[in-house]
């Protein structure tokens, strides 16, 4: 008989095994939630110097912890993780960081008396849960920060630079202002502490910014079988890393509107900066130019004459961040030639996904001075260059100027609100788009220009496709992408290594949409149209923005994306009919060929109602409100039953009194029209045959998917009076 697997995840029985028999019982004990079960273990702990019964003791937790199910014991596993993550590695370090400025001389002495640092980030997590708290966020950016990929990080142009500790901060006004600049519902808290200077950075302050997030929702399914919905704010965290030395801000946050914000809001509060004369600015650090040549040029700089500029240094990662290939060289060698000789003509460095380091030697002298001088220049990944840390002014600049002749440098510069409006049709098409990956061939169909969308934060360079489908003259199917000869352009080798000719290298670059951003760029030009402004995130293609009208006349609006996707308007016309007692409304989408109706609301495409030029709005406000009132009497469910088509695949089934049904398929269609046409004739009651007669399917329910269907059942079709017949729900 083949034997049952252990529901207990690696980090519970790590636990069991490893910690303090009592310390491992206690955390196993916790119970954080309603649904999570009681596990009524073995309440008394044996001697931890008696290793028979402690380890007797073990196995009786294991085996009652076996009786739960996965899902039963997924939280504890989780917390078990939290635990391990700061007893191992530098997560020890970590904890012992933040302890050694929170903790008081006895809880410090407690701490240190624990025999090991699984028992010691157990005692913490038990007893002092704020500073665990604060050691995992310390934790997670000391993470970002060594791996070089901190989420973003800002430069500020103070005249010098400001000596700050955690004390000199007013976390109150800081924490009023990101509330403020955020427009949060709820209270947002501000922490600082002091960071002790490293090997790898220097002496810094973190701020732990938590803050709700916007309200949202989910299903839930009660005891009795009922469902229900709750409604809750998740916790949201940005951690703020301030290095004076530098002037650098560093910010990890999931959203970059948060991360900009947050770091406008420090900047202006605490570092007393007018980011409306000197914004701050993000610099991002583009190497795949490197995939082509290593050699650099030697560009004209007014006021500076270069002599030598040479890359000594060159690391790439092997598909794995643990999995590094670097190549050094004496400021003397050529490391094109280098790489040539020993590794190959088509070397790995032509063919690299991403360059994780690329070190630069600069000899210059100064126009008029014959003194010559040296500059190292360091990159490392998209966000790191040590000329953040260079003291002088003027070789900063240098080393800045250089890296943006080269191609290797773009600065994040706002795009003004005109230029913003100018494109506001072509960024909801990007905004419309599935995936989060576009090409350069993409956005130069839609007029965008990527560099100006990198510089401005609503795109992030990737990499560049090795693989494109063609179909054209007599090649039909995948061709690889190589190397070109011609500057700006790549070969391209058919599949079976005929010459497929060469394309500009622009169409093939990848580029990652910025979509909490991107979303943000879209809305702010809709919320003028608004009475009240908010945010509520239904569903990751549907998001409640505010309302408008009267406040005896007020109108929820919506914002929805992907509606020409026949599985996102399923799903959306649940969500929205289940949200009925919100009233009549509006659901603006960035789609233009979809339904008139979803659920409950008139859906008003925004590409097809956009002012005129001139206008101080983007959208007519005028012509919102016409096609609102021509649609108010279908959303409510029309005068009478009827199926309203709105084009071959998809249509809107009215019944008065009820939310339009959305029904998309010709099943679905002739279905529900074959039932209209019985009802309207006096005759409701359908044979299941003939319902289903030319569908393909055996019965009315196979032709949804199972979440409508339950949906629908007794509320828009039922069973007839008779055993095997159907009819409207009217």
């Known amino acids: 008989m083949a034997r049952k697997a252990s529901p207990i995840g690696p980090n519970i029985l790590a636990l069991i095994e490893d910690a303090r028999i009592d310390l491992a019982r206690a955390v196993l004990a916790i119970r954080e939630g309603e649904n999570e079960p009681e596990f009524n273990l073995p309440k008394d702990a044996p001697n931890p110097s008696d290793e028979e019964s402690v380890s007797e003791f073990r196995q009786e937790i294991i085996g009652v912890l076996s009786d739960f199910d996965l899902d039963e014991l997924r939280p504890a596993e989780q917390r078990c993780r939290r635990i391990r993550a700061l007893a191992e590695s530098k997560g020890i370090s970590s904890l012992t960081t933040i302890v050694d400025k929170q903790f008081t001389e006895e809880q410090a002495r407690e701490i240190e008396a624990q025999p090991d640092p699984l028992c010691r980030s157990i005692w913490a997590f038990l007893n002092t849960r704020q500073t665990f708290e604060d050691a995992e966020s310390f934790h997670f950016a000391r993470q970002f920060r060594d791996h070089g ?99 650098q801000i560093e910010i990890c946050a999931e959203s970059p509107v948060v991360r900009q914000k947050v770091g406008d809001a420090f900047a ?50 092997l598909g794995h961040w643990s999995r590094k290939l670097a190549l050094k060289v004496a400021i003397d060698d050529d490391i094109q030639e280098i790489a040539t000789r020993y590794l190959g003509r088509g070397n790995i460095f032509r063919r690299a996904a991403s360059f994780s380091r690329i070190g630069i030697a600069v000899k210059y002298n100064r126009a008029g ?31 800045f100027a250089l890296l943006h002749e080269w191609g290797i440098l773009s600065a994040f510069r706002q795009i003004d609100n005109g230029d913003l409006r100018a494109m506001f ?19 130069r169909e839609i ?69 909490e951003w991107l979303q943000e760029t879209v809305l702010k030009f809709i919320r003028p149209l608004l009475t009240s402004k908010g945010a509520q995130v239904v569903d990751q293609d549907l998001v409640l923005i505010g309302d408008m009208g ?136 359908v044979k299941t045959a003939d319902l289903i007669e030319d569908t393909g399917v055996k019965s009315p329910q196979q032709a949804f998917k199972k979440p409508m269907w339950e949906s629908i059942l007794d509320v828009y079709i039922a069973k007839g009076s008779t055993r095997g017949y159907w009819r409207l729900v009217v």
């Open 149 to 247: 990929k901190m989420y973003d990080a800002f430069e500020v142009e103070l005249e010098k630079a400001i000596n700050l500790d955690a004390n000199a901060i007013d976390e109150t006004a800081l924490a009023s202002k990101i509330t403020e600049v955020l427009e949060l519902k709820t209270i947002c808290t501000v922490k600082a502490l002091d960071l002790p200077s490293t090997e790898a950075h220097p002496t810094s302050i973190m701020l732990i910014v938590r803050h709700g997030g916007p309200l949202s929702s989910v299903h839930d399914h009660r005891d009795d079988g009922r469902r229900g919905t709750i409604y809750f704010r998740p916790p949201n965290e940005a951690t703020l890393i301030y290095t004076p030395s530098k002037r």
């Open 268 to 317: 202006e509060v605490t570092l007393e900066h007018d980011i409306s004369q000197k914004p701050l600015t993000w610099k991002r650090y583009n190497l795949s130019r490197f995939r082509t040549s290593l050699a650099l040029s030697i560009p004209k700089i007014e006021g500076v004459e270069i002599q030598v500029a040479r890359v000594l240094e060159v690391e790439i990662r």
């Open 369 to 399: 001075d014959a003194k010559e001088r040296s500059l190292n220049i360091t990159v490392s990944g998209a966000k790191s260059c040590n000329l953040q840390s260079n003291k002088d002014p003027d070789e900063r600049s240098l080393g």
């Open 425 to 443: 049709a072509q960024l909801v098409d990007l905004y419309d788009l599935e995936e989060d990956e576009v090409t350069g061939g993409y956005l």
């Open 447 to 515: 007029g965008l220009d990527p560099d100006r969308l990198i510089e401005g934060g609503l795109l992030e360079r990737r990499d560049r496709q090795d693989v494109v489908l063609i179909d054209e003259d007599d090649i039909n199917g995948e061709v690889e992408i190589k190397p070109s000869s011609t500057p700006g352009m790549v070969s391209a080798t058919g599949p079976f290594g005929e010459n497929a000719g060469e394309h500009p290298t622009v169409d093939l670059e990848r580029y990652q949409l910025n979509r």
């Open 550 to 685: 009267t406040d005896g006349d007020r109108k929820p609006v919506y914002f929805a994306r992907r509606l020409c996707d026949p599985q996102v308007i399923n799903k959306l016309d649940q969500l929205l009919r289940a949200r009925n007692p919100s009233g009549i409304g509006i659901v603006l989408t960035s789609s233009t060929n979809t339904l008139t109706c979803l659920g409950p609301n008139v859906v008003i495409p925004v590409l097809t109602h956009l002012s005129d030029e001139g206008e101080d709005l983007v959208l007519s406000r005028d012509a919102l409100a016409q096609t609102f009132s021509s649609g108010r009497n279908v959303a409510a469910g029309g005068s009478s039953v009827a199926v309203l088509k709105s084009g071959n695949q998809s249509a809107s089934l009215c019944i008065p009194g009820k939310a339009p049904l959305a029904i998309l398929g010709a099943n679905q269609i002739r279905i529900f029209e074959k039932l209209v046409a019985a009802h309207l004739a006096g005759s409701p009651d």
